[in-house]
């Protein structure tokens, strides 16, 4: 777990994020052991941005990954960890198309307390590919 979110704080420092400020670093952890991060890389735009989440996701996936154990997540306001910094809504649902409601996302706040928190209790009754 601490490994994982160590990644993550990794992962945070190649955000590229020139109009919120705000970077995040995640760390995707597959079954056979590999580890896929992400960052948020934001544009002018902002409609193209992706969150650090889905960008660990999408690479994994884009490498063959379909098997996920855990997701480390941290983030903060110019690259400075204050809160626990939980996934956004669209990031859940992308984890929700892999993972179950039993899958671990690790949040870490500045203090260096760990949250540990499940798919199930961050996206309650998700829509998923059981629906049809
Ligand atoms: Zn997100």
């Known amino acids: 777990m601490k490994d994982l979110l160590q990644k993550a704080k990794e992962a945070m420092t190649q955000s590229y ?8 670093g995640a ?3 597959t079954k ?11 544009n002018a735009a ?11 996701f999408f690479s994994a996936v884009s490498q063959g990954e379909r098997e996920f154990s855990a997701i480390a997540i ?3 306001k110019d ?3 204050a809160d626990f910094f939980p996934p956004c809504g669209v990031c859940r649902q992308v984890m929700a198309e ?5 899958f671990p ?28």
């Open 32 to 42: 056979n052991g590999k580890i896929f991060l992400g960052t948020n890389v934001e």
């Open 17 to 24: 994020s020139p109009y919120s400020g705000v970077k995040v």
């Open 105 to 132: 996302i690790y949040l870490e706040n500045d203090r260096g307390e760990v949250k540990s928190l499940t798919l199930g209790e961050l996206l309650p009754h998700a829509f998923t590919k059981e629906k049809f």
């Open 74 to 76: 941290v983030g903060g």
């Open 79 to 81: 690259g400075k960890i």
């Open 98 to 102: 892999f993972c179950g409601a039993d």
């Open 46 to 56: 902002f409609g193209p941005s992706c969150c650090a989440e889905r960008s660990a």
């Open 27 to 29: 760390a995707l952890l």
